[in-house]
């Protein structure tokens, strides 16, 4: 099964997990903090993959979606996992 983890930076200094999305035979599903998932869901993410044609992904995208949430979630307060395969 593979997922990405998003983590935010918390005042304290740790990071504290705030979405979970599990590659599934539909697309991606997101499970955590509801206003963040629902902005994934309404506002997607950009194809970091093909930046010139301005396009933006959506859990629909399935694996596509998965692997740019680590190039969408970069920055010292939100940052995302590579894809992690567990079985």
Known sequence: MKKVKIYKLQ??????????CTLT?????CEGEEV?????????IRNYADQSSGAMLFPKDGIKF??????????????ATDIIDEV
Not at 11 to 20: L, P, S
């Open 11 to 20: 005042n304290n200094g740790d990071e504290h997990a705030i979405a979970i």
């Open 25 to 29: 035979d539909s697309g991606v599903v």
């Open 36 to 44: 963040f998932i629902n902005n994934l869901q309404k506002n997607g």
């Open 66 to 79: 998965l692997e740019n949430l680590k190039n969408a979630f970069r920055s010292p307060y939100l940052s």
